[in-house]
């Protein structure tokens, strides 16, 4: 994959997790039904947030590393 289409899908990636978040999906997940005695709710927070920190680990690792651009002067100044 090109540079360009890697952080398009990250970006996409960071706009998935805001909106996964937002009260209005979290409402669809309240009702009273429990595993192992954990609120739905509550496992779909930490499912989210889990897939968010493994897919942010996978963009750091696959995003390349961006070198300060340098001036160029017209002067050999140091």
């Known amino acids: ?21 937002f009260p209005p999906l979290v409402v669809l997940f309240r009702y009273d039904f429990r595993v192992f005695g954990v609120p739905v709710e509550n496992l779909y927070i930490f499912a989210l947030w889990t897939l968010l920190v493994i897919g942010a680990r996978l963009f750091s690792q696959i995003l390349p590393h961006d070198e300060p651009t340098r001036v160029k002067r017209g002067d050999d100044a140091p």
């Open 1 to 21: 994959m090109t540079r360009r289409k890697i952080i398009a899908a990250a970006l996409v990636f960071a706009i998935f997790g805001v909106l996964a978040v």
